[in-house]
């Protein structure tokens, strides 16, 4: 079974200023995503980004990157430049690639809160 | 973009009684949607799998009977909590989406006095 670790449970950063989430995640298969997702005060989940496992290249999305590290099962959010905005619980999660046009179950972390300080 | 809509947003119900939740998928056919259950502050945990037209897979430990699911089409999946108890005051998410890409209901916060 796949497992999700987010070893932070709270992260707090002044606004303006550079962020990293922690998250590993253990599997045995080659095909998966794994995402960041963002939970502010209304609890509706935000998609902050996305990773293919087979895509090298680290995911960018404006002011959020991740460090994708496959061999160490690796998974850290990059926050930059701070915003009072971004305070919210982020969740990383896994999904295995179900293939075809179903999108399938995920598993997430423990979730980190995060603090933004003005 | 693909839409999916959870309803209600909020509910109170007395000991005992049934509630149900609906999570609909709003511009895209859905045949599996996703049941989470979350306590506060702390991480969503899969309850089961709604696959339309068939029966529910659920999640060791979670119980067919007191949590029902329908997803008679391809639009809409319901949760229904049967002779709720104060325990099973929670926050339930719905998911649903098509390829890589995840969509999630609003999420209903269900208590029961």
């Known amino acids: 079974a796949q497992t999700v670790t987010q070893s932070q449970p709270e992260m707090s950063v002044q606004e303006a200023e550079t962020v990293t989430l922690s998250c590993t995640y253990d599997?045995?298969?080659?095909?998966?995503?794994l995402f960041w997702y963002k939970q502010p005060p209304s609890r509706q989940m935000i998609l902050v980004i996305r990773?293919?496992?087979?895509?090298?290249q680290n995911a960018t999305e404006n002011r959020f990157s991740v460090n994708f590290q496959k061999a160490a099962k690796s998974f850290s959010l990059k926050i930059s430049d701070s915003q009072l905005g971004d305070a919210a619980m982020y969740f990383c999660?896994?999904?295995?690639?179900?293939?075809?046009?179903?999108?399938?179950?995920?598993?997430f972390g423990q979730g980190t809160i995060l603090t933004v300080h003005p | 973009g693909a839409v999916v809509s959870q309803h209600p947003s909020r509910v109170i119900c007395k000991s005992g009684t049934s509630v149900k939740i609906e999570c609909r998928s709003l511009?895209?056919?859905?045949?599996?949607m996703f049941w989470y259950r979350q306590f506060p502050k702390k991480s969503l945990m899969l309850m089961a799998t709604?696959?339309?037209?068939?029966?529910?897979?659920?999640e060791q430990g979670v119980e067919k009977d007191k949590f029902l699911i329908n997803h008679a089409s391809l639009t809409l999946s319901t949760l229904t909590v049967t002779s709720a108890h104060p325990e099973d005051s929670s926050f339930y998410i719905c998911?649903?989406?098509?390829?890589?890409?995840?969509?999630f209901g609003q999420g209903t916060r269900l208590t029961v006095v």
């Open positions: 998911s649903a989406g098509r390829t890589s890409k995840g969509f």
């Open positions: 599997t045995s298969e080659s095909d998966y995503y």
């Open positions: 990773q293919e496992a087979y895509k090298q």
């Open positions: 999660a896994y999904r295995r690639n179900a293939g075809g046009t179903s999108y399938g179950k995920l598993t």
């Open positions: 511009d895209f056919q859905a045949t599996t």
């Open positions: 709604s696959n339309e037209g068939s029966k529910a897979t659920y």
